[in-house]
C-alpha cells in the first residue's frame, strides 16, 4: 500500500472515567455511549464535514479538512453532552476530553497516523473533563471566525512529541472580566522600547535597533510573558512620551528602556526595568563589555527580567535564548544592518540588505539567520520588483538555512515563500505551518503565508491571514488592508510600481 501525506486537522475525543462506569455498569455504560454516539455524536461530525477515522472502545478519531469546522464540531459536541446530563447524577453523566491539532499526517488506506495524530491525542489527555484543548497552530487559523475565547496554556512538552507545543483551552463559557484580569496577573507583560543610541554617530542606529530587536525576539519566546510586537513599539522612537503613558497604552505591566554604546571594540548597554503601577524601577544595570560579549549582555538582561517577574522557563526556552546565532561579532554586525536595510522596504535596500547578509555568510558559513535574510531578499525582488532571480538558488538558500537550524521558524517562513515563489503551494503551506507552531507570533510566517494562499485563490484562507498578521503588527494594519485590496483589484502596490 502507498503512503501520502496531507495536512489535516485531527480531532481526538476520550470519555472520562470510562473504566469506573464499566465496572459499576458494563451494560448501561456500553448502551449509553453508543446511544450517545448514534444520536448526537456521529451527526455532529456529519454536519461539520469531518470522516470518522477510527473508534476504540471509548474513544474517537476523526479528521476534517476545515481547522474551523474541527474546532465548532468539538464545541458543538460538548456544549450538546453537557445539556444531555442535565439533571443526571454525576456517577451516571458522560463526559469527554477533546483534542485538536493541525498537523501533518500519513496516510495509508482509510487511516491516519504520525506526529499530528499524536499530537491531538497528547492534547486530548490534557483536555479538562467536558472541554477541549488544541494546539497553537488550530488557535492560529481559526482567529476571530468562531465566536470563543482561548485561554494560552503555555508551551507544554508532550510525552514522546519532540518539541514543546502551545496549548490553549477552548472556554466554552464567555468567562467573566475578573476571570481575564487573573489571567492577565498570571502573566506578565512587557514592552521594550527602542534603545537608545548614544554613540554619536548616528550611523551605529543600526546596532541599537537591532539589539532592541534581539531582546524583543528572545522575550518572545517565552510563554510566561506577553511580549509588545517590534513594530509597534518602534512607534515611539524618537518620540517625547512619558512611560506611564505608553504602559497605558499598550496595556502592559512592565516598560523595559535602555541605551547602546558602541566604540570600537568596546559596548556599553543599559538597561531599566519600570513598573507601570507605580514607576518605580524593579531592575536596572550597566554593561561595559568587550563587543563579542554582546550575546552574554543579551541573554544576562533576559534572564534578569525572568528573574525579577518570577518567570519559570521552560527547558527548551532555557536553550533557546542562550544559544548565540553566531560566534563572529562582525557576522552579526552586517546581519543586524542587512535587517535593518530590510525593514525599509524598497527595491535599492532589498539589494543592499543582500549584500549586508551574504557579507555574514561570507565572515561566518553555518549562520543560519544570514541564509534565510538572503533568501528573503531574492524572493522580495523576484516576487515585488520582478526581478529576474533563480528560483534555483532562492531554494538552495532557504535548504542551506533548515540545514544549519530546523528549528528556526524564520528559516521555515523563508523557505515557504521560496516555495510559494516557485508555486509550489504544498509544500509552502507545510513550511508556513511549521513555522507558526515554532513560533505562533512570527509576522512574517502569517504575511508570507497569506500571500501565497491568496495567489492559489484560496481568499478565505488569505484573509483569516491577513489579519492574524495585522493583530501581531497592528500598526500595520492599513498597510496588510491595502494590499489586500490591491491585489483583488489587480492594481500593483506602490512599491513595486
Not at 455504560?29 to 470522516?51: C, F, N, P, Y
Not at 468562531?146 to 477552548?170: C, P, S, T
Request: proline share 3%; charged share 30%; aromatic share 8%.
Amino acid at each position: 500500500m502507498v503512503s501520502q501525506r496531507r495536512l489535516t486537522a485531527v480531532l481526538a475525543a476520550d470519555m472520562v472515567g470510562y473504566s469506573r462506569q464499566m465496572g459499576a455498569d458494563e451494560a448501561g455504560t456500553v448502551a449509553a455511549l453508543k446511544s450517545l454516539r448514534s444520536d448526537l455524536i456521529d451527526q455532529k461530525i456529519a454536519d461539520h464535514e469531518g470522516r470518522i477515522v477510527k473508534v476504540i472502545g471509548d474513544g474517537m478519531l476523526v479528521e476534517f479538512s476545515s481547522v474551523v469546522n474541527a474546532v465548532a464540531c468539538g464545541v458543538e459536541i460538548q456544549r450538546a453532552v453537557r445539556e444531555r446530563n442535565s439533571g443526571k447524577p454525576s456517577n451516571r453523566c458522560i463526559k469527554f476530553r477533546i483534542g485538536i491539532n493541525l498537523g501533518d499526517v500519513i496516510v495509508e488506506g482509510d487511516d491516519i497516523f504520525g506526529d499530528g495524530v499524536n499530537v491531538a491525542a497528547r492534547l486530548e489527555r490534557l483536555a479538562q473533563p467536558g472541554g477541549i484543548a488544541i494546539s497553537g497552530s488550530v488557535r492560529d487559523h481559526v482567529g476571530n471566525r468562531l465566536d470563543l475565547q482561548f485561554e494560552d496554556r503555555g508551551e507544554q512538552k508532550l510525552k514522546n512529541i519532540e518539541k514543546a507545543i502551545r496549548v490553549y483551552d477552548v472556554l466554552l463559557e464567555t468567562p467573566s472580566v475578573e476571570k481575564f484580569s487573573v489571567v492577565k496577573k498570571d502573566r506578565p507583560s512587557i514592552a521594550v522600547l527602542p534603545f537608545n543610541n548614544i554613540s554619536g554617530d548616528p550611523e551605529q542606529e543600526y546596532f541599537s535597533d537591532g539589539i532592541t530587536e534581539d531582546i524583543i525576539t528572545d522575550l518572545s519566546k517565552i510563554s510566561g510573558l506577553f511580549v509588545v510586537a517590534r513594530n509597534t513599539v518602534f512607534t515611539y522612537k524618537g518620540k517625547a512620551v512619558k512611560v506611564e503613558q505608553i504602559a497605558d497604552d499598550l496595556g502592559v505591566n512592565y516598560i523595559l528602556e535602555g541605551s547602546v554604546r558602541k566604540a570600537g571594540a568596546r559596548v556599553r548597554v543599559t538597561g531599566e526595568l519600570i513598573s507601570a503601577d507605580d514607576g518605580d524601577h524593579v531592575w536596572a544595570e550597566r554593561f561595559d563589555r568587550d563587543l563579542t560579549d554582546i550575546f552574554a549582555i543579551q541573554d544576562e538582561i533576559t534572564h534578569a527580567i525572568v528573574e525579577q517577574l518570577k518567570v519559570k522557563l521552560l527547558p527548551q526556552e532555557k536553550k533557546s535564548i542562550t544559544q548565540a546565532p553566531t560566534d563572529n561579532i562582525e557576522a552579526y554586525t552586517y546581519y543586524l544592518r542587512g535587517r535593518d536595510f530590510l525593514h525599509r522596504r524598497s527595491k535599492h535596500y532589498s539589494r543592499i540588505a543582500r549584500q549586508m547578509f551574504a557579507k555574514a555568510v561570507t565572515l561566518d558559513p553555518n549562520y543560519a539567520r544570514a541564509y534565510a535574510g538572503m533568501a528573503d531578499c531574492d524572493s522580495f525582488l523576484y516576487l515585488n520588483y520582478r526581478v529576474d532571480v533563480p528560483l534555483d538558488r532562492l531554494l538552495a538558500t532557504t535548504e542551506k538555512a533548515l540545514s544549519l537550524d530546523d528549528t528556526l521558524a524564520e528559516a521555515h517562513a523563508s523557505r515557504g515563500l521560496a516555495l510559494s515563489a516557485a508555486q509550489r503551494y504544498d509544500e509552502a503551506k507545510i513550511e508556513f505551518e511549521r513555522a507558526i507552531a515554532l513560533d505562533p507570533n512570527l509576522f512574517e510566517a502569517h504575511y508570507f503565508y497569506a500571500r501565497a494562499s491568496f495567489a492559489e485563490g484560496k481568499i478565505e484562507l488569505a484573509t483569516h491571514l491577513f489579519e492574524r498578521a495585522s493583530q501581531i503588527r497592528p500598526d500595520d494594519y492599513q498597510s496588510v488592508v491595502l494590499r489586500i485590496h490591491c491585489s483583488l483589484l489587480s492594481i500593483p502596490w506602490p512599491d513595486q510600481r
